[in-house]
Nanobody, 125 residues
Framework: QVQLVESGGGLVQAGNSLILSCAAS????????MGWFRQAPGKEREFVAAISRSGAIMRYADSVKGRFTISRDNAEKTVYLQMKSLNPEDTAVYYC??????????????????WGQGTQVTVSS
């Protein structure tokens, strides 16, 4: 059984930065891709970023490209999301997820088997 626990959310002013962390339990962390998704009030959950098993390949949603960076430390079984130049449109609950063994559909939340409980990020203007 894999458990994911996010941390690092909070309230920040527009233009500032925040780093989210997601700690995984279990011994198979390095065998699957990891992703970050977010869900704003009244909206569907959307893809933010994903990283391959080795950490060599990343994919980003267009809305965060150039501002967000996903990384992972397989030894520490942790994935990170560094967020810069935050704006109010980034306000959402952020979820980390794991599970895809393929890379082609890492932006599809249906491909993920494991989910964290989410962490709230609020960006004030």
């Amino acid at each position: 059984q894999v458990q994911l626990v996010e941390s690092g959310g909070g309230l920040v002013q527009a233009g500032n930065s925040l780093i989210l962390s997601c700690a995984a339990s279990g011994r198979t962390f390095s065998t699957y891709a990891m992703g970050w998704f977010r869900q704003a009030p009244g909206k569907e959950r959307e893809f933010v970023a994903a990283i391959s098993r080795s950490g060599a390949i990343m994919r980003y949603a267009d809305s965060v490209k150039g501002r967000f960076t996903i990384s992972r430390d397989n030894a520490e079984k942790t994935v990170y999301l560094q967020m810069k130049s935050l704006n109010p449109e980034d306000t959402a609950v952020y979820y980390c997820a794991g599970g895809p063994t393929g890379w082609g559909t890492v932006n599809d939340d249906r491909e993920y088997d494991y989910w964290g409980q989410g962490t709230q990020v609020t960006v004030s203007s």
